[in-house]
């Protein structure tokens, strides 16, 4: 991992963690604590765990191997905390898991020099980490003392693995067989469904990923979590939180059009930043797929059409609207002569995505009514049982969609 550029503040540092316990209580959840973040690192691999039984012998393997998995677990939370740890705390949230802290360290660490060769200057870098929001975003504010932060949404790590795996599966299958088979469908499936009806898709179990195609989906995984956090990056550098306000159409024209450099400076470190620039290419593709995928299952779960673009006296684009304009901008610039076939791969893989979700979508309607009972706004509380209702949302839904017929043979 590379040295940071600079030094964060200690005191934005604890501004953060104030902020993530605020998140946590405002949720109705318990104030963390350093060992509360070991025993969710242990819950995490509790998880992989059951979800490794399922993949390799079903249900009967989860219930043989339960009586030492929490054992196996104490053993691996305990082996990464030390393979992980980061020792100084006046950097980093103690309130991260060893992991997510381990993760976001060495993101920025790979953004900061890409930003300092290209001359994007940072007053100072800011100090990055997560929010128990459930969502699969990130945000930049400032904090008390005017130094930057930059918030992502816990849900986003599972996002990205999600959306890659299914970016990379889905296209095998458009290669192989021009269909799609019952592992992405049911990707895409379980994804919508979660976060759609959920609010979250924490709770979506792991699936494996076949050996030929992990450095791949690896890649894109680390790809989209570097344009995310490159993006709000890029506004740090652009003085967009100093901004003055502006009033009605010029102030939307405005937003637009930094959320549009923004993206292209985090396109251009997703790519240079990457150990492959061609698997860098595929960060925004792949997580604006997603973000669209999502925003089309809302509004079905809403029982109205979706909308791909906002219109521009909208003040923030759509995810199609910045996949457009990124693309139109590739245009002028020497990627597209240089990563040409990577660029048009990633854009397919874009229109992959939203041809899963299309598949999906007559059922997901269909499965609106039976879905909403396991929804904690309709439901007017928050389940003490998240996993369990997982399992039951994701479970309603592909009923749906084996009954549909639209399963592949």
């Known amino acids: 991992m590379n040295a940071p550029i600079a030094h964060r503040r200690p005191e934005t540092v604890r501004e953060l963690e104030a902020l993530q316990q605020q998140e946590r209580a405002g949720a109705g959840d318990a104030p963390l604590t350093v060992d509360g973040v070991i025993r969710l690192l242990q819950e995490d691999i509790h998880r992989e765990?059951?979800?490794a039984r399922l993949d390799s012998g079903g249900l009967s393997a989860v219930v043989d191997g339960a009586a030492d998995d929490d054992e196996r677990a104490k053993d691996r939370a305990a082996?990464?905390?030390?393979?992980w740890r980061l020792d100084d705390e006046t950097q980093w949230s103690r309130y991260e898991s060893p992991g997510i802290r381990w993760g976001i360290a060495d993101v920025c660490a790979r953004i900061e020099p890409v930003f300092a060769n290209r001359g994007w200057h940072l007053a100072e870098p800011p100090i990055v980490g997560t929010l128990a929001t459930g969502q699969v975003s990130a945000a930049t504010q400032k904090s008390s003392h005017g130094a930057p932060l930059v918030?992502?949404?816990?849900g986003f790590f599972k996002?990205?693995?999600a959306i890659s795996q299914l970016a990379v599966f889905a296209s095998h299958d458009a290669r192989s067989s021009g269909s799609f088979s019952n592992a992405s469908l049911q990707l895409m499936a379980d994804l919508a469904a979660t976060q759609t009806v959920l609010n979250t898709c924490l709770y979506l179990f792991k699936r494996a990923t076949p050996p030929q195609v992990a450095s791949q989906?690896?890649?894109?995984?680390?790809?989209?979590?570097?344009?995310v956090i490159a993006h709000e990056y890029a506004h740090v550098a652009a003085?967009?939180?100093?901004a003055h306000p502006l009033s009605g159409a010029i102030e939307a024209a405005a937003r637009r059009a930094k959320e549009f450099e923004a993206d292209q400076r985090a396109f251009i470190t997703s790519v240079e930043?990457?150990?492959?620039p061609e698997m860098g290419v595929f960060g925004p593709f792949v997580y604006f797929a997603g973000l669209d995928a999502m925003d089309r299952a809302a509004a079905a779960y809403a029982g109205r059409a979706a909308s791909p673009e906002s219109g521009s006296d909208a003040a923030y684009p759509t995810p199609f609207e910045r996949t457009v304009a990124l693309l139109k901008w590739i245009e002028t610039t020497p990627y597209v002569s240089q990563l040409r076939s990577a660029i048009a791969a990633a854009s397919r893989c874009y229109h992959i995505v939203l041809f899963t979700w299309d598949q999906i979508l007559p059922s997901f309607w269909a499965a609106r009514e039976e879905m909403s009972a396991f929804d904690p706004a309709k439901r007017g509380s928050v389940s003490s049982l998240p996993d369990a209702d997982a399992l039951g949302v994701v479970a309603v839904l592909w009923q749906h969609v084996q009954a549909s017929g639209r399963r592949t043979q």
Request: charged share 10%; no cysteine; aromatic share 6%.
């Open 79 to 83: 082996s990464l905390v030390q393979a």
């Open 151 to 154: 918030l992502i949404d816990n």
């Open 159 to 161: 996002f990205a693995g």
């Open 239 to 242: 003085g967009d939180l100093d």
């Open 49 to 51: 765990l059951i979800a």
């Open 273 to 276: 930043s990457a150990q492959e």
């Open 217 to 227: 989906v690896t890649q894109i995984v680390q790809a989209v979590v570097t344009f």
